[in-house]
């Protein structure tokens, strides 16, 4: 398990096979809470049905995506068709990407209404977004358990991601860790994570 501490430095977790950064207070919490609001109001939030081992589930979560007209993407039988950009998310990919010295071409907006939806295991590997991509995760809302783990030797590690706080997943990360985010039965609250990221054409 990762604790974190309450700082507005960026810290370099030590894992092998991975490279990540975490910022607990990338933004501070009045900024974070008015964007949550601002966006559980302005997004065209859906639940989609999804093909896992197999059979068509529900996400046991809502989704938006947005971006780019051509940054479409396919994940376990959907397609991701981008809508425009809003000019809430269009603000904060640009303090990411000023962050980061990225550049992003879309962000897959999740929407953890309470404590019972959640993200089953998986990696951010598919084509579309090339060998190594590099993915910046935005939490607004209530702290959430970020777990992961290694694909190989099954180490795990949790990051509890605190509200306003900016989570980078580069380099081997998605070849060779999983990750997820598990049901929280005392959390009554919601979390709206944004995943910048860029999809190759």
């Given at each position: 398990?990762?604790?974190?501490?309450?700082?507005?430095?960026?810290?370099?977790?030590?894992?092998?096979?991975?490279?990540?950064?975490?910022?607990?207070?990338?933004?501070?919490?009045?900024?974070?809470?008015?964007?949550?609001?601002?966006?559980?109001?302005?997004?065209?939030?859906?639940?989609?049905?999804?093909?896992?081992?197999?059979?068509?589930?529900?996400?046991?979560?809502?989704?938006?995506?947005?971006?780019?007209?051509?940054?479409?993407?396919?994940?376990?039988?959907?397609?991701?068709?981008?809508?425009?950009?809003?000019?809430?998310?269009?603000?904060?990919?640009?303090?990411?990407?000023?962050?980061?010295?990225?550049?992003f071409n879309a962000v897959l907006a999740n929407w953890y209404r309470d404590g019972d939806d959640s993200m089953g295991w998986h990696s951010?590997?598919?084509?579309?977004?090339?060998?190594?991509?590099?993915?910046?995760?935005?939490?607004?809302?209530?702290?959430?358990?970020?777990?992961?783990?290694?694909?190989?030797?099954?180490?795990?590690?949790?990051?509890?991601?605190?509200?306003?706080?900016?989570?980078?997943?580069?380099?081997?990360?998605?070849?060779?860790?999983?990750?997820?985010?598990?049901?929280?039965?005392?959390?009554?609250?919601?979390?709206?994570?944004?995943?910048f990221r860029r999809i190759q054409a």
């Amino acid at each position: 398990m990762f604790a974190t501490n309450d700082s507005s430095a960026l810290q370099t977790l030590d894992l092998p096979d991975a490279t990540l950064q975490y910022v607990p207070a990338f933004l501070n919490v009045r900024d974070a809470d008015d964007h949550y609001r601002a966006l559980c109001d302005s997004l065209n939030w859906r639940q989609d049905n999804i093909k896992m081992f197999g059979r068509t589930v529900r996400i046991p979560r809502l989704q938006a995506y947005y971006g780019d007209p051509q940054a479409r993407y396919r994940y376990s039988g959907l397609w991701m068709l981008p809508q425009p950009w809003t000019e809430h998310l269009q603000s904060l990919r640009e303090r990411c990407q000023s962050h980061t010295g990225q550049v992003f071409n879309a962000v897959l907006a999740n929407w953890y209404r309470d404590g019972d939806d959640s993200m089953g295991w998986h990696s951010d590997d598919e084509p579309e977004l090339g060998a190594q991509p590099v993915i910046a995760s935005l939490t607004l809302g209530s702290c959430r358990d970020f777990d992961l783990r290694h694909k190989v030797t099954g180490q795990k590690i949790r990051i509890p991601l605190q509200n306003g706080s900016l989570l980078i997943m580069s380099g081997t990360t998605q070849q060779y860790w999983q990750h997820a985010v598990p049901k929280r039965k005392s959390i009554d609250n919601g979390r709206i994570n944004l995943t910048f990221r860029r999809i190759q054409a």
